[in-house]
Structure formats: structure tokens, C-alpha cells
């Protein structure tokens, strides 16, 4: 099976880069399963339900997520009731949600694991504990597992690629929303990227309006962030995976680029 994995979608311009693109490079590429980090779908921060929507519908088959999760008052409301969206596995017990799910999918069955670092992060529930029993389970089931570990330590993401080599297909990093170039299928089969990047406006930071952040450095005061306009790009990894074993068998990386005058919309 051939996977898509796309890094964190920021706002409008991701959405609509990714609704006007994936269609067409899941046939050219000729993927058969998606997934995209969406926790910075809704104005940058956060996804709502509208937002999640427009990803499938888009062609993602699982949303994961990081810690902007809870930033929209309304995710209380429906995250319980998507399987498909997913939180951080490692928040504590009887937090709203799911960080795991195994999707039926063209006669597989696939699981994806959703994690958060603790370094520099909010410090919640151990997430290498928490994967390992989680792959586990999964493991009873299918062979075939994805995990993002949204992490802002490079050493945190990298670790967990290690840890789980030889147990999971992919492991890879988002948060960082910079693509990193050390993609590679590690020595027990498992294909690892540090940080797929992210989906949205280039030429802001982190995808927000650069004169506001800018600005926010030079006179330490608070800022409304807007997300930036102008060119566009979609950074991602496409995973070859054997059915049977689940080991990674090629990488790809892909970071595809729109001038402001020739976004495709």
C-alpha cells in the first residue's frame, strides 16, 4: 500500500491547497490512504467541525491533531463522535476523544496513533508508555500502523522513531512546521521523518503574517495573529509499505510550491 502523510494544514490557504491538489496527486501518486494533521485547520489554530469536513471531504481518511486541539470552545461537542479525528493518545484518562483508531480501508486494516511531546510542551501523560500500549493492541489486529508524534524537540520525535522501530510502519513528527530532510526507512522497517512540515502560506512564519510575529519579537507585547497570504505550499511523505509485514519498503518526500499568482483556485 502506498501512504499519504501531510503535515500540519494552517487555515484557509491549507484547506483550499489541499482540496484543490490531493485529488489529483492521490491519482497521479497513486496513493490509497491519507493522513493529515489538522490541528491548525481553523484560522490557524484548532479545527472545528466545519473544518474537519472539509478535510475528508477533501480526501484525508484520518485527522490528527497536536496541542491547538482544544483551542475551539465547540470541539467539546463532536470530537467524540468522529472517529476519524483524532487527539493526543497520551492525554489523560477520560479526556474527550480518542488518540487511536484502526480504519477498515480497501480490504485493510490500518491504524493510526496520535501523540504530543513533553518537552517544551505541556507536560501530560508519557507518550512512549502510552504508545507502546497502545501499538500493542493495535498489533492483535494489523501490522499496519501510523504514528504522529506532534513534538517540539527534534531528540523527543527521533526517540520515538527508535522506540517503536520494527513495531509500527511510519513514524513521523509535526508541530514544527518545518520539513526536515532526514527521511529514511530505519533498521527494523519503520519509515521515519522528524517533521513533515506544514500546508499553508510559505512566506508567513509558522504560517501567520511574518510583520506580526516580527513585530511581537522586537516589542515583547501581545498580537492577533492573521495568517499570512501569498504563496502556498504543501510539504508531506509518501510511505510504500509492505501489506503483509507492514515494513516500510520506500520514502518519498514532497513539498510542492504556488507562487501567489499561480495558486491553483
Known amino acids: 500500500m502506498r501512504c499519504l502523510l501531510v503535515g500540519d494544514v494552517v487555515g484557509r490557504p491549507g484547506r483550499r491547497i489541499l482540496s484543490s491538489i490531493l485529488p489529483k496527486l ?61 487527539r493526543p493518545a497520551n492525554y489523560p484518562p477520560g479526556t474527550p476523544g480518542s488518540g487511536s483508531v484502526i480504519v477498515e480501508h480497501k480490504g485493510l486494516k490500518i491504524g493510526v496513533i496520535n501523540l504530543a511531546g513533553r518537552v517544551f510542551l505541556e507536560a501530560i501523560d508519557c507518550p512512549f508508555r502510552k504508545a507502546r500500549e497502545i501499538v500493542e493492541e493495535i498489533r492483535q489486529k494489523t501490522s499496519l500502523i501510523f504514528v504522529d508524534i506532534h513534538a517540539e524537540a527534534t531528540s523527543e520525535k527521533a526517540a520515538m522513531g527508535y522506540y517503536l522501530d520494527g513495531l509500527v510502519s511510519v513514524v513521523v513528527g509535526t508541530h514544527t512546521h518545518v520539513p526536515t530532510g532526514d527521511e529514511r526507512i530505519l533498521s527494523g522497517g519503520t519509515a521515519y521523518q522528524t517533521d513533515l512540515g506544514m500546508t499553508g502560506p510559505r512566506d508567513g512564519i509558522l504560517g501567520v503574517d511574518k510583520d506580526i510575529i516580527i513585530g511581537k519579537f522586537l516589542e515583547a507585547t501581545p498580537r492577533r495573529f492573521e495568517i499570512a497570504e501569498g504563496a502556498v505550499w504543501l510539504c508531506g511523505l509518501i510511505v510504500d509499505i509492505d501489506e503483509e509485514s507492514g515494513n516500510a519498503l520506500q520514502v518519498e518526500r514532497i513539498r510542492m510550491e504556488w507562487e501567489a499568482d499561480k495558486l491553483p483556485w
Open 26 to 86: 492521490k491519482k497521479e501518486k497513486q496513493i490509497d490512504f491519507v493522513i493529515v494533521n489538522g490541528e491548525n485547520a481553523a484560522g490557524g489554530f484548532g479545527i472545528t467541525e466545519e473544518t474537519f469536513q472539509e478535510l475528508i471531504k477533501a480526501g484525508a481518511d484520518v485527522i490528527t491533531s497536536g496541542n491547538h486541539i482544544w483551542d475551539k470552545r465547540d470541539i467539546g461537542f463532536f470530537i467524540d463522535a468522529e472517529a476519524r479525528l483524532l
